[in-house]
C-alpha cells in the first residue's frame, strides 16, 4: 500500500508561514488587549471616585466647606497649591476608600520618581508624587497609583461648562502602578474634583484640557484623554486622528 503524508520541506515551509502571519497580527492583537484593559480599569477607578468622593460630600458637606486655606509661598517666593489642603482632600476621601499604603505631607512611596512620557512620547516633568510639596498620594486596593492636589478651596476654578464651572482639585491615577510605559494618555490619566462631583479631563464642555488640543499623537502632553476613554469606551486616539464628540469616534 502506498501511504502519502507531508513531506519535510512542505511542513518547514507551512510552519514558516504561520510564523510570518502570527508576527503580523500579534502585536495589534495584544495592544487590543491592554488598550481594553486600561479601558476597564479607568471606568473602575472613576467609580470607585465618584463614590468615595459623593459619600465624603455627604458627610462633610461640600469641598469648600473642608477648611482649605489656598495657595502658599515656596521657597522662591512663588504662589503654589498647598499640600496641606491636598492632606484635608486625602483624609476626607480615605474613610470610603480600600487602600493598601497612604503617602501623606512629604512621605515618598506612592509615585515613581523619574520623568513622564507625554502621549507622543517626549518627556515631561513629573510632579505627581510629593517631591514638590503640592500634592498627597495613596495607593488602591488595586495597585492603582492616585495623586490629590487642591486647586481653589472655594471651589472657584472655571475649566469649563456644568460641574466644570466650579472645580475645587484634582487628582491624577496610573492605572497600573509604577508599570510602564508611565505615559499620559495610556495608564495616566486625570481627573477634577468639581463642587457637584469627579469629572474627567478632556470632556465636551472642557476648555483647560479640551479633547480635540489635548488629547491626540500630536500633543506634548495629553491630558484631555480621560473622559474619551469612560465615554467612548477606546483609545483609538493613539492610532488615527480627526476623532471628535460628535463625528469619528473609531478609527475604522
Known sequence: MKKEGFTLAEVLITLGIIGVVASMTLPSVMTNTREKESVAKLK???SVMSQAYMMAKSM???MDTWG???LVENDDGELQYNQNDAQIVLNKL???LKTTRICGNGVKGCWYDGKLKGINGTLIENDFGTGGNTRVSLILADGTLLSIVSINPDCSAN???GFLKKVCGAFAIDVNGEKKPNQVGRDIFQFYFAKEGVVPYGTEMEKEWSFPDECN???NKGWGCAAWVIYKENMDYLHCEGLSWNGKSKCK
Do not use: H
Open 44 to 46: 473602575k477607578v472613576y
Open 60 to 62: 462633610n458637606g461640600t
Open 68 to 70: 482649605m486655606s489656598g
Open 94 to 96: 480615605t474613610p470610603f
Open 159 to 161: 475649566r469649563g461648562g
Open 217 to 219: 499623537v500630536k500633543s
